[in-house]
């Protein structure tokens, strides 16, 4: 993708009219590294009890996270960074439920007016007469009603606040919420405004997987930090623009942590990992190459584990593995990204008695088969090139964000749909409300398809990875192929969002609604 690529490169910086004023980039390589222990985010506690909205006599728990203005650092050798976020710190609170246990969740807009990241008024949501400083919550992953969902027009400024019912109506899983305002996405997040909410269920509590201190989140988001420890987000070279295609930053964060290292006993660890990053992709390993168990995905545990040294994780997605140290006492290893160390592990001397399991069959996962479709849609991921002043887009289905709502899947139905991608990037394809299934992915001819309207095949179908065959949310549609997802429209009539999870996509324009109809 060339306008990403030269909004990134290397040099890209100092061009930038704002870096020219701003001190320069921080050089993770040239800190001190592994000097910071892990923060583990606290958990949210309720500040009450309040009625339920859909049964008034039922007291359920309430709680408060507003979102404001705070500072923390990084690194021991970095000054304090102003975040925005959730309850003061970055990643916020982690709510923790259990299944089918209700929750109102208030969510308080605190922060200042005026926006301190580079708001683009030409992109659409984000115009001038909008307030600079909205928010909206969504939980990513969760089985909510439309009204608290987070739609992202419903966002609402400093000084206002929306109270939200999460039913949790679901199976166990590593779900994350995150700031979903129209047009200003990309940055309200980078700010800081994302943390987890872990759903729990007796099915998970049956396997005995690590817990306690032994449960380890990892939330890793990467950040371009300066060296007066603030937060940098690039703006396009393009006369007039601001928007960049695509965000990456050297600076990864592993809960707000650069380089941190984690303390850990030679026994099994569960760490329940999201990338909560813009745009960046990972690819996780152990520098002694060790083994990992991946035993879930998004949406909760796979049927059994799957090893693996080497973890893919798109932004949105989230991976739940299982790390057994026993066999690696008094070692130090290195967590790393494509070969680049970011979490130090330090094994103790001292063995330990692992109260823990690691079951081979960890739940049931039904296949849904092809034949419960009701529906098969073919929707094109696209990317429209630059023309004169207007950066580059990218579309779903050729459509931009207005345009009237065209799928329609009607509740209690299944559909597949083939996200056909003529882009030359992969698009992590979230669906708001919904579990689905992949079914595979193959390879076409984009040219044909692009300049002669001709469909056409040029590989065999792959199914998907052993790690990607359970209930996902987030699917990672190829460059140059067709992803097949099946997805039974299960919840709730109304309207929701699909969209890309690379954020500066999804800001312009790679997000559309669409609408659960009654049967
Ligand atoms: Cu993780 Cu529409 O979001
Ligand atoms: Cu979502
Ligand atoms: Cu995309």
Aim: net charge negative; hydrophobic share 35%.
């Amino acid at each position: 993708m060339k306008a990403g690529l030269l909004a990134t490169a290397p040099g890209f910086e100092a061009a930038d009219e704002s870096s020219r004023r701003d001190p320069p980039l921080i050089r993770p390589e040239k800190l001190q590294a592994f000097v910071d222990p892990l923060p583990i985010p606290p958990l949210a506690k309720k500040t009450g009890t309040r009625p339920s909205p859909t049964k008034r006599s039922v007291q359920v728990p309430y709680y408060r996270l507003p979102i404001h203005e705070f500072a923390c650092k990084v690194h021991r050798d970095v000054p304090a960074t102003r975040f925005w976020g959730y309850g003061g710190s970055m990643p916020g609170p982690t709510i923790e439920v259990r299944r089918g246990e209700e929750i109102l969740v208030e969510w308080p807009n605190e922060l200042p007016r005026k926006h301190f990241l580079p708001i683009d008024n030409k992109i659409m949501g984000a115009e001038r007469d909008k307030p600079e400083v909205r928010t909206v919550v969504h939980l990513h992953g969760g089985r909510v009603p439309p009204e608290s969902d987070g739609y992202p027009e419903n966002w609402y400024e400093s000084g206002k606040s929306a109270i939200y019912h999460y039913l949790n109506d679901q199976d166990a899983a590593l779900l994350w919420y995150h700031d979903h305002a129209m047009g200003i996405n990309r940055l309200n997040v980078l700010a800081g405004m994302l943390g987890l909410y872990v759903v729990r269920d007796v099915l998970e509590d049956s396997l005995n997987l690590p817990k306690g201190g032994q449960e380890i989140p990892l939330v890793i988001t990467d950040r371009m930090i300066r060296e007066d420890g603030q937060l940098h987000y690039p703006v396009s070279r393009r006369p007039g623009g601001i928007w960049v295609p695509e965000f990456f930053g050297d600076a990864v964060l592993l809960n707000g942590k650069l380089l941190p290292y984690l303390d850990v006993e030679p026994q099994r660890y569960r760490f329940r990992i999201l990338n909560g990053s813009n745009g960046r992709f990972y690819h996780l390993a152990l520098s002694d190459n060790g083994p990992m168990q991946q035993i879930g995905t998004d949406q909760g545990l796979l049927s059994a584990p799957v090893k693996l040294s080497l973890l893919t994780i798109a932004p949105g997605e989230r991976l739940d593995v299982v790390i057994d140290f026993a066999d690696r006492a008094g070692e130090t290893i290195v967590l790393q990204n494509d070969a680049v160390g970011i979490m130090q592990i330090r094994v103790g001397r001292t063995r330990v008695n692992d109260p823990s399991s690691l079951p081979q069959k960890l739940r049931p996962i039904p296949k849904v088969l092809e034949s419960a479709a009701v529906k098969t849609r073919r929707l094109t991921l696209d990317e429209v090139d630059t023309i004169l002043d207007d950066p580059m887009v990218h579309l779903l289905d050729g459509k931009r964000w207005h345009e009237p709502i065209s799928e329609k899947p009607a509740l209690g139905t299944t559909e597949i749909w083939e996200l056909v991608n003529t882009t030359d990037d992969t698009h992590p394809i979230h669906l708001h409300l919904v579990r689905l299934q992949v079914l595979d992915r193959r390879s076409f001819d984009v040219p044909a398809f692009l300049y002669e309207k001709k469909f056409k095949y040029t590989s065999e179908a792959i199914p998907p990875d052993a790690n990607e065959t359970g209930w996902k949310d987030t699917v990672r549609a190829a460059p140059g192929a067709v992803t097949r997802i099946i997805v039974p429209f299960d919840g709730y009539p109304g309207r929701y969002v699909w969209h890309c999870h690379i954020l500066e996509h999804e800001d312009n324009e790679m997000m559309r609604p669409y609408e659960i109809v009654k049967a």
